[in-house]
C-alpha cells in the first residue's frame, strides 16, 4: 500500500463522458464525508468497464476534488502485490491495516483497490484457491465495518464477471463506459497539445490516428496515447 500525495496530482482535462461520473463520486463522497447519510448502506464505489477508459484516473481526480473541500483527505493505492504474500496469515494481517485510522484523527481516508478481481475473485471461479476466500472474508469484515463519514473504498476492475458477488452489496457499482469517437478525437487532441506537439509533428500524428480511430482500430485511451508515442518517437528519433 501506499499513500499517494493529492498536491501533486495533476488536474487533467476530462472528457465529457469522464467529467459525468467524476462529478457524480464527488458529489456523493461529500455528502458522505460531511455526514450528511450516516446509514447508507454502501461504503465505497466500484467502478468497471473496458480497459483503457480512465478508471484509475476518474478517482484520482474525485480525490483530488475532495482533498480541495477538506484539506484532510489521504489517498492510499493498494494492489495485489501489496497484499500477496506466501506465508499464511501475512496477506490478512496486511489488509486489515490498509483500513486502520487513529480514532482520533479528523483526516478523511480513500483507499484504491486498483484491479480489484485479483483480491476479491469470485468464490465460484474455478480460478479461486482457498486463500481468496479468506481474503475475502477480511475484505468484507472490514468494509462492514467502516464509517464513511470517515473512510471511503473505491475500486476498479476491467472484469467484473470475476469479482466476488457479495462486494455489489458494499460498493455502489458505477459503469464507466466506452468512449464516443468524438472523445477520443477530443483525447488524441488534450495529449498533443499538452506535449507540446509543433504543429508539423502534430498533423502527421492526427493523419494517423484519426483514421484508426473511425475504422475503429483503436478504441481506448491507452491506445490513443501509445500509439501517438509511437509516432511521435519514431518522428523526433530521426531528427539529428
Given at each position: 500500500?501506499?499513500?499517494?500525495?493529492?498536491?501533486?496530482?495533476?488536474?487533467?482535462?476530462?472528457?465529457?463522458y469522464?467529467?459525468?461520473?467524476?462529478?457524480?463520486?464527488?458529489?456523493?463522497t461529500?455528502?458522505?464525508?460531511?455526514g450528511?447519510?450516516?446509514?447508507?448502506?454502501?461504503?465505497?464505489?466500484?467502478?468497471?468497464?473496458?480497459?483503457g477508459?480512465?478508471?484509475?484516473?476518474?478517482?484520482?481526480?474525485?480525490?483530488?476534488?475532495?482533498?480541495?473541500?477538506?484539506?484532510?483527505?489521504?489517498?492510499?493505492?493498494?494492489?495485489?502485490?501489496?497484499?500477496?504474500?506466501?506465508?499464511?496469515?501475512?496477506?490478512?494481517?496486511?489488509?486489515?491495516?490498509?483500513?486502520?485510522?487513529?480514532?482520533?484523527?479528523?483526516?478523511?481516508?480513500?483507499?484504491?483497490?486498483?484491479?480489484?478481481?485479483?483480491?476479491?475473485?469470485?468464490?465460484?471461479?474455478?480460478?479461486?484457491?482457498?486463500?481468496?476466500?479468506?481474503?475475502?472474508?477480511?475484505?468484507f469484515?472490514?468494509?462492514?465495518f467502516?464509517?464513511?463519514?470517515?473512510?471511503m473504498?473505491?475500486?476498479?476492475?476491467?472484469?467484473?464477471d470475476?469479482?466476488?458477488?457479495?462486494?455489489?452489496s458494499?460498493?455502489?457499482?458505477i459503469?464507466?463506459?466506452?468512449p464516443?469517437k468524438?472523445?477520443?478525437i477530443?483525447?488524441?487532441?488534450?495529449?498533443?497539445?499538452?506535449?507540446?506537439?509543433?504543429?508539423?509533428?502534430?498533423?502527421?500524428?492526427?493523419?494517423?490516428?484519426?483514421?484508426?480511430?473511425?475504422?475503429?482500430?483503436?478504441?481506448?485511451?491507452?491506445?490513443?496515447?501509445q500509439?501517438?508515442a509511437?509516432?511521435f518517437?519514431?518522428?523526433i528519433?530521426e531528427?539529428e
Open positions: 500500500m501506499s499513500e499517494i500525495n493529492l498536491y501533486d496530482i495533476r488536474e487533467v482535462k476530462l472528457l465529457p469522464q467529467e459525468k461520473v467524476v462529478r457524480k463520486l464527488y458529489n456523493i461529500n455528502h458522505l464525508f460531511s450528511t447519510y450516516r446509514n447508507i448502506p454502501f461504503k465505497g464505489f466500484l467502478l468497471y468497464g473496458e480497459p477508459n480512465g478508471k484509475t484516473e476518474i478517482i484520482k481526480q474525485v480525490a483530488k476534488k475532495i482533498y480541495d473541500s477538506f484539506n484532510s483527505v489521504a489517498l492510499f493505492f493498494v494492489d495485489g502485490s501489496d497484499i500477496a504474500t506466501p506465508k499464511w496469515g501475512d496477506a490478512e494481517k496486511t489488509l486489515k491495516t490498509v483500513f486502520e485510522i487513529p480514532s482520533n484523527s479528523s483526516e478523511k481516508k480513500i483507499i484504491l483497490f486498483d484491479d480489484i478481481e485479483s483480491l476479491m475473485l469470485a468464490r465460484s471461479s474455478e480460478l479461486a484457491k482457498e486463500w481468496h476466500y479468506s481474503i475475502n472474508s477480511v475484505m469484515h472490514n468494509i462492514d467502516l464509517d464513511p463519514t470517515k473512510v473504498v473505491f475500486a476498479t476492475t476491467n472484469r467484473i470475476l469479482v466476488d458477488k457479495a462486494l455489489f458494499r460498493l455502489y457499482t459503469e464507466v463506459g466506452i464516443e468524438e472523445d477520443l477530443m483525447f488524441l487532441n488534450f495529449i498533443l497539445n499538452d506535449w507540446g506537439v509543433p504543429n508539423s509533428i502534430k498533423s502527421k500524428i492526427e493523419e494517423i490516428v484519426r483514421p484508426m480511430i473511425y475504422a475503429n482500430q483503436i478504441n481506448d485511451l491507452r491506445r490513443i496515447l500509439k501517438s509511437d509516432i518517437f519514431e518522428i528519433s531528427v
